[in-house]
């Protein structure tokens, strides 16, 4: 059965290694299972993705970095995410409409109500069944972030990480307040520790919603 479920999280918290290990484990089990990521996931969605990210593009003003998400998850929604879904796989996806209101919302102080409208009409009623946010602080996931970025060659991508230890304060509190508000979709995971010890509790949570059943 098709499911939508997204990871979010501030920089550095870990989702690309968390979903790597979910992705696995849910194939284990048989589902057929498709991992994606936003800003990108297709062709031109990467390409606005580069524009978002590369840290030469500091001169980018909130609005036009609003409308950049909102069209990069208007095209790759209707190429990636809903076809997989109607095709009944369940779909991970790395980043979502929680990321736009947690960074462009209270990060940058965007008013939520438009982000809201915008996330309406980019995704075109493609929710998530279930959003796991990886939690930590945000000094240490802006470290994790810089020390990443060095090791893998990903200074092309670290746009974000240049902005200020409040920025990232306020995003992490974006994204905590965003789970207070939907309880039954968003669920808190602590990222602290290393990656077994996450995955551990990042299952334990999941193994148990799957038990229990996603809402479609």
Known sequence: MAHFITFEGIEGSGKTTQIATV???LRRQGHDVLTTREPGGCPIADAIREILLH??????????E???????????VAEIIQPALKAGRIVLCDRYTD??????????????????ELNTLACADCRPNLTLVLDMPHETGLQRALQRNSVENMTD???F???????????REGYLALAKNAPQRIQVIDATG??????????ACLQKILDSGIDS
Do not use: C, K, W
């Not at 030469?56 to 003003?61: E, G, K, T």
């Open 23 to 25: 992705a696995e484990f």
């Open 161 to 171: 990480e240049q902005e200020s230890l409040d920025f990232h304060q306020r995003v």
């Open 194 to 203: 290393n990656p077994g010890e996450v995955s551990e509790r990042l299952m």
């Open 66 to 76: 609003l409308l950049l998400y909102a069209a990069a998850r208007a095209q790759h």
């Open 157 to 159: 991508e670290g746009r």
């Open 99 to 116: 990321a736009t209101l947690a960074y462009q919302g209270y990060g940058r102080g965007l008013d939520l109500d438009l982000i809201e």
């Open 55 to 64: 840290p030469a593009n500091d001169a980018l003003v909130d609005r036009a």
